[in-house]
Antibody, heavy 120, light 111 residues
Framework: QVQLQESGPGLVKPSETLSLTCTVSGDSTSKYYWSWIRQPPGKGLEWVGYIYNSESTNYNPSLESRVIMSVDSSRNQCSLKLSSVTAADTAVYYC??????????????WGRGTMVTVSS | QSVLTQPPSVSAAPGQKVTFSCSGSNSNIGNNYVSWYQHLPGAAPKLLIYENNVRPSGTPDRFSGSKSGTSATLAIAGLQTGDEADYYCGTWDNSLGTTYIFGSGTKLTVL
């Protein structure tokens, strides 16, 4: 049974870089695509992007200039870095497995998310 | 503002049937499969339906999906109090590269 667990600082200062990690258990990170999704308080879901084995990335155009995703297969983790954050980046951040290799191309397994607040 | 339009809320009594609409365009729903996600308060979002109408193992057959043109619909029959959650449609959009988009979400209240 694949499980995902997001972790990282709950508070980040404006203009700094938000760094989050998603630890995958039950399967190998090298076999799948991994996505990050966020949900600002009181708002809907926003797709941040996806990564495959550090070989292929695709980011939301609205965030592309500030986002870097990576995969550490030795630790079975994927990571998200979002630079120059503002209060608008305050959100619950989720990682999810993306079945891009299947016809469905759906997000089939999600973590419980981690809340990140941007504030001085 | 989301590219996929969903009503903000729906409500119904236990045992009834409820439907959720998701409206898009040719660049997204019209040319891509639609998924539906259930988000219970404090829990991880869950894939409920994929490829417009396919239920993953674990999704009860009370849940069904359909798609017609640039719109998709999720239906829940035999409503239960445990179904109270936010429901999001999701699909790919080809108008700005290849981007995954979600609907604005519909909150289901079971009366």
């Amino acid at each position: 049974q694949v499980q995902l667990q997001e972790s990282g600082p709950g508070l980040v200062k404006p203009s700094e870089t938000l760094s989050l990690t998603c630890t995958v258990s039950g399967d190998s990170t090298s076999k799948y695509y991994w996505s990050w999704i966020r949900q600002p308080p009181g708002k809907g879901l926003e797709w941040v992007g996806y990564i495959y084995n550090s070989e292929s990335t695709n980011y939301n155009p609205s965030l592309e200039s500030r986002v870097i995703m990576s995969v550490d297969s030795s630790r079975n983790q994927c990571s998200l870095k979002l630079s120059s954050v503002t209060a608008a980046d305050t959100a619950v951040y989720y990682c999810a497995r993306l079945r891009l290799e299947l016809r469905s191309r759906a997000l089939d397994i999600w973590g419980r998310g981690t809340m990140v607040t941007v504030s001085s | 503002q989301s590219v996929l339009t969903q009503p903000p809320s729906v409500s119904a009594a236990p045992g009834q049937k409820v439907t959720f609409s998701c409206s898009g365009s040719n660049s997204n729903i019209g040319n891509n499969y639609v998924s539906w996600y259930q988000h219970l308060p404090g829990a991880a979002p869950k894939l409920l339906i994929y490829e417009n109408n396919v239920r993953p193992s674990g999704t009860p057959d009370r849940f069904s999906g359909s798609k017609s043109g640039t719109s998709a619909t999720l239906a829940i029959a035999g409503l239960q109090t445990g179904d109270e959650a936010d429901y999001y449609c999701g699909t790919w959009d080809n108008s700005l590269g290849t981007t995954y988009i979600f609907g604005s979400g519909t909150k289901l209240t079971v009366l």
